[in-house]
């Protein structure tokens, strides 16, 4: 069964507080409502990402992987000093991978040297047999590729390398690619619209495909980014809901399928992937008959 690698659930305000630091009121976001989008492109499967806004508390990622049943994994923000007891917890309950915002203004890491920041998450990764998952401008990808090719555990960058308006051949493209072609880095073929002039567009754009795919087939997911976070002029303060994205998740499923050019590929990238990533059972039923 396919999977849908990068998602945000959010719940009510009132039941689950977010950051006072956020740029705007995340709406709900609810897990059925999910589930049911994916059901016609064949997608059970779930990564739940948490959201920025949320900082480090777990609670509403952690729940929907309980509600998932197997058919759910997590990427969580951790504080690094985190009990081993909590760490084993998240990992029964779903959890493979920690993430780093070097984007969102909300969840943005805290102001220490980045290489130290990342050798603590990486510490925890690599003790958990977890990946840690970067978001980050382009720029920002280039300047710490030494860092991350050096990294003791898997990497996984999300929404294209989030490269805005540069060109597979301008020069900090090239030290992104140069990092895909590494065999622990991974990257996440999600959002088209966070890389493109249309805020709106659910095509991939062929060049950046091509140039991804060339170095790292084996190594890309796909994942919708719903429920598709507001415009930034829709940004209007903490306490004013951002209304999501006027986006059809069907087209974002079929445009990138049709990016690709046949089953087979889509395949692999939407479903034989994120099975070795996120350590799922490659059959897809468990003994109890559930997706897992």
């Not at 949320?54 to 509600?67: A, C, E, I, M, R």
């Not at 840690?132 to 990497?155: F, M, Q, S, T």
């Not at 709106?200 to 980014?225: F, K, N, Q």
Request: hydrophobic residues 40%; positive net charge; contains cysteine.
């Amino acid at each position: 069964m396919r999977c849908d690698c990068h998602v945000h659930i959010v719940g009510p305000i009132a039941r689950y507080p977010q950051l006072p630091s956020r740029t705007y009121l995340a709406d709900v976001a609810t897990l059925e409502t999910l589930r049911q989008l994916g059901v016609p492109h064949g997608i059970a499967r779930f990564v739940i990402v948490q959201a920025s806004f949320y900082g480090n508390d777990n609670t509403v990622l952690l729940q929907s992987l309980d509600s998932l049943a197997g058919a759910g994994r997590g990427v969580a923000v951790i504080d690094p000093a985190t009990p081993q007891t909590t760490l084993d917890d998240c990992a029964r309950r779903g959890v493979r991978g920690l993430r780093l915002n070097l984007y969102s203004t909300a969840g943005r890491a805290d102001d220490k040297p980045l290489d130290r920041t990342f050798a603590e998450l990486a510490a925890v990764a690599k003790r958990m047999h977890w990946h840690v998952e970067v978001i980050a401008a382009l720029g920002v990808l280039a300047r710490h590729a030494d860092l991350l090719a050096r990294a003791p555990v898997p990497v996984v960058i999300d929404h294209y390398g989030v490269y805005g308006d540069a060109t597979p051949e301008a020069t900090d493209a090239r030290r992104l690619l140069a990092l895909l072609a590494l065999p622990h880095v991974w990257m996440k073929l999600s959002a088209p619209y966070r890389v493109s002039a249309d805020p709106l567009a659910t095509r991939p754009d062929r060049r950046w495909l091509d140039a991804i795919l060339s170095r790292a087939e084996a190594r890309c997911v796909w994942g919708s980014d719903w429920p598709h976070t507001p415009l930034p002029e829709q940004h209007r303060g903490p306490d004013v809901v951002g209304p999501y994205r006027k986006l059809s998740y069907a087209r974002l499923v079929d445009d990138f399928r049709a990016a690709l050019g046949g089953d087979a590929l889509a395949d692999r990238i939407m479903r034989d992937n994120p099975a070795r990533l996120y350590e799922f059972d490659p059959v897809g039923i468990s003994s109890a008959g559930r997706p897992t």
